[in-house]
């Protein structure tokens, strides 16, 4: 199985290339070259394995430059009941009207991006030891929140790696700042930024870019590297869950083998959905992969008219993790959609960075209609939806998965159409404590950790122990750095170890 790049089909590279370099030169994401199939047999055979093993045969078919020594490291290293508290990794619980919520936060940081993050490490220094032997590597992330503390806790003690995250000073939530610096591990650094999360980006660019600091760790035998939602390397473990869970299902009799079912995912980057779109590709029967925003709704308007305008006023919103205007993996569904014409690929893509849009042509426009739904809601949408899901059917749903929800119900209205659908759920409600406690009636003001023992006290439900732990857990990074310091930093950081 070989690799190209969506900006250069003629490239050619291993799956171990593509996950070290995360980019391809050009600037183009990498794709495999084809999509492997699942058969009947297999997909059936999965249901009777545990999550490890399901991940290990797709992974199988995707990164054959591996052994199968290496992915099975892998795989037992990532998914087991020290990091997930749940021993299924990836829960499934069903709800009336055959919806049926895939709960993807069991693991250590209580989001979805725990499911790739907590193998992306094993990937990675699997790959390192092929591409770039006897290199140590330098993780770099800078973070709004969630993908941070997800890539710390994914990284934390692995050997042959380290990690550094820079999140804006106060521009992250106070339960995502304590997650992160009270982080234990001794490869480890978090280091707040004077300035916004753009700022902490471009710091990061500016580093990978900075050849003198590129000089200064090559001499120490460290290469620098991103946990980026692009990289394959996070990718291809978010296709597992999506083969699991219908595997999962026809073995506990929800559907019949061959069945069709309604994939639904609240998106920001276009990498979860991608994902669920990679395993239908593979073979899984999926009627509609329904795309669910929040008022940032670029995907809405693009999946409807075929016309992607970045222009456009941005809303902070209470489910931050979506709140994004340029979707990067989109690119990876057109140039599929495209029958992978890097050119037009290209063509959109420099009109996108130039003037903030392109438009498809017809042929992606139907393809786009057919395959997909698109729909979005507000912040008062989202809290109705956590208050009504959890007062009709005592469930409580986090903003995220509220917002999926909420544009299931409104797709089900306007069509009609009743097929089984599975909800991905990205992250637990506390950790997003308070606006799911003023959803469900609460007065959430005060504390943080007063206003999530007062959810659990009205809800029934449990705060994770991963999160009820941050409150006991020293404070290790008290750190903050002007935009300038950012790359003083990492090389005090790396040159302390
Ligand atoms: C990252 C994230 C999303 C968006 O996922 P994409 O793959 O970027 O579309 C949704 N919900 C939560 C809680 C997240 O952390």
Redesign the pocket.
């Known amino acids: 199985m070989n690799y190209t790049s969506t900006r250069n089909s003629s490239l050619k590279a291993t799956s171990a290339h593509a996950i070290v370099k995360g980019l391809s030169d050009e600037g183009g994401l990498f794709v495999p070259e084809s999509i492997p199939a699942l058969s009947k047999e297999e997909i059936l055979s999965l249901g009777d394995k545990k999550y490890s093993q399901r991940a290990f045969d797709v992974f199988s078919k995707f990164l054959t430059d591996f052994t199968p020594d290496e992915l099975r490291h892998c795989v037992e290293s990532a998914y087991n009941s020290k990091n997930f508290d749940s021993d299924n990794i990836a829960e499934i619980t069903k709800l009336k009207d055959s919806r049926y919520i895939l709960e993807l936060w069991h693991g250590p940081t209580c ?3 725990d499911m790739a993050l907590q193998i992306l490490p094993y990937l990675l220094t699997a790959s390192a030891k092929k591409e770039v032997k006897g290199k140590q590597i330098a993780i770099l992330v800078a973070t709004s929140g ?1 993908t941070g503390k997800a890539a710390l806790e994914g990284f934390k003690d692995v050997d042959g790696t380290s990690i550094c995250v820079f999140y804006p000073e106060d521009g992250v939530s106070p339960m995502q700042k304590r997650q992160m610096t009270t982080q234990e591990g001794n490869n480890v650094n978090v280091c707040a930024v004077k300035g916004n999360f753009d700022d902490c980006q471009n710091g990061v660019k500016a580093i990978f870019t900075d050849k003198d600091i590129e000089k200064k760790l090559s001499d120490n035998n460290i290469l620098l590297s991103s946990a980026n ?1 692009i990289n394959w390397g996070r990718l291809a473990p978010q296709i597992v869950y999506y083969v699991s869970s219908y595997a999962q299902l026809v073995k506990n009799g929800e559907i019949e083998y061959g069945e069709k079912i309604n994939i639904v995912v ?8 991608l994902a669920a779109y990679y395993a239908k590709l593979m073979g899984i029967p999926v009627n509609k992969l329904i795309c669910a925003s929040n008022s940032n709704n670029v995907l809405t308007d693009f999946i409807n008219t075929g016309i992607y305008d970045r222009n456009r006023k941005f809303y902070t919103t209470i489910s931050p ?2 709140d994004i205007l340029i979707s990067s993996n989109l690119e990876r569904l057109l140039y599929h959609f495209t029958g992978e014409n890097d050119k037009l690929i290209n063509d959109w893509f420099k009109s996108l960075k130039d003037t903030g849009r392109y438009e498809v042509n017809e042929d992606v426009k139907k393809k786009l209609s057919e395959q997909f739904f698109a729909g979005f809601c507000t912040d008062d949408e989202t809290k109705a939806q956590i208050k009504k899901t959890f007062e009709e059917e005592n469930y409580l749903l986090d903003t ?1 998965t509220a917002v999926a929800v909420k544009v299931y119900e409104d797709y089900r209205a306007k069509t009609g159409d009743s097929t089984k659908t599975l909800i991905a759920s ?2 637990n409600p506390y950790k997003f404590g308070r606006a799911v406690f003023q959803s469900v009636g609460g007065n959430a003001e005060g504390d943080e950790f007063d206003v999530i023992a007062r959810l659990e006290d009205k809800t029934g439900t449990k705060i994770p122990a991963p999160l009820a732990a941050t409150k006991n857990k020293p404070i290790r990074f008290t750190g903050c750095v002007e935009k300038q310091e950012m790359g003083k930093a990492v090389l005090d950081f790396l040159n302390s170890k």
């Open positions: 989001a979805f991006k969630d939602s609240p998106t920001g980057n276009f990498g979860n959905i993790s979506m995220h990205t992250a």
